[in-house]
């Protein structure tokens, strides 16, 4: 009888990381479809354990990468998507195993991937701009993914900058312009439920397409006075699903 293959490692590095959803999601997945595999949290608290994780973990076959370290894992990257380039982050590290010991690491976003497949059904003609609210890493990955559809995205902050518009400026011409808004701070989220993006829902219309990030509440404050004008709706919870299967793929291609 052949010796049984060690079972496959995947995981998540970041600091701290509490409850993963990952985790769960992952493990979950491995049980129902009979997969010999195993997802693990990696807790480092600084980005320089990274490789005593890959040396005492040799059945590693892919990572994903969260809060602090998506930009800081870049330089352990020989190569880099396209996509992940472009926005300077990474959530997904696929292994690239050569002869003997000889790994190569492939840095991925698949952030933009989930957010992309996740939009692109609710699309229509009037949508050709976009405001994003927030400019953290997941803005990143969302404007890439406008952009690839299309689409021409302004960040909204509270600080005014050249490349941005602030919240006072979102005028009556400027909310006419831009029909899809995605919302990517954490305003709304578990359990401030009462708070909100500092938008002027009044200026909302029907052909107004109002994506939020969050997923936890289903309905955040912002959906629901966007909702109230008319517009269409969507939390981020399908792009939680998709980004995880898109990570999945990217492992096993």
Not at 81 to 100: H, L, M, Q, S, Y
Not at 169 to 198: A, Q, R, S
Request: aromatic share 10%; net charge negative.
């Amino acid at each position: 009888m052949a010796p049984r293959q060690p079972e496959r490692l995947y995981g998540l590095i970041g600091y701290p990381l509490g409850h993963s959803w990952s985790q769960n999601y992952f493990n979950q997945k491995f049980d129902a479809e009979g997969i010999d595999a195993r997802y693990v949290n990696f807790e480092i608290p600084d980005i320089g354990d990274f490789m005593e994780v890959i040396d005492e973990n040799p059945n590693l076959q892919g990572l994903n990468v969260t809060i602090p370290y998506k930009e800081l894992i870049i330089p352990y990257m020989n190569e880099m998507d396209p996509d992940a380039k472009e926005i300077g982050a990474i959530n997904v590290i696929k292994f690239i195993r050569g002869k003997g010991d000889n790994i190569k690491f492939k840095g991925y976003n698949s952030d933009i991937i989930g957010f992309t497949d996740s939009i692109k059904p609710l699309l229509h003609p009037c949508h050709k701009k976009a405001l994003i609210l927030g400019t953290g890493g997941a803005a990143k990955a969302v404007r890439q993914g406008l952009v690839n559809l299309g689409i021409e995205p302004v960040y909204v902050s509270r600080t005014k900058q050249d490349d941005r518009l602030t919240y006072d400026e979102l005028t009556p011409e400027v909310m006419d312009e831009h029909k899809v808004i995605v919302n990517c701070t954490p305003l709304g989220m578990y359990p401030h439920t009462d708070e909100c993006p500092p938008i002027p829902y009044e200026l909302i219309s029907p052909e107004h397409l109002c994506y939020d990030l969050l997923y936890n509440p289903d309905v955040t404050l912002f959906m629901k006075r966007a909702r109230e004008r008319g517009a269409e709706v969507k939390n981020g919870l399908e792009m939680l699903l998709l980004q995880a299967f898109a990570a999945w793929l990217i492992w096993n291609s």
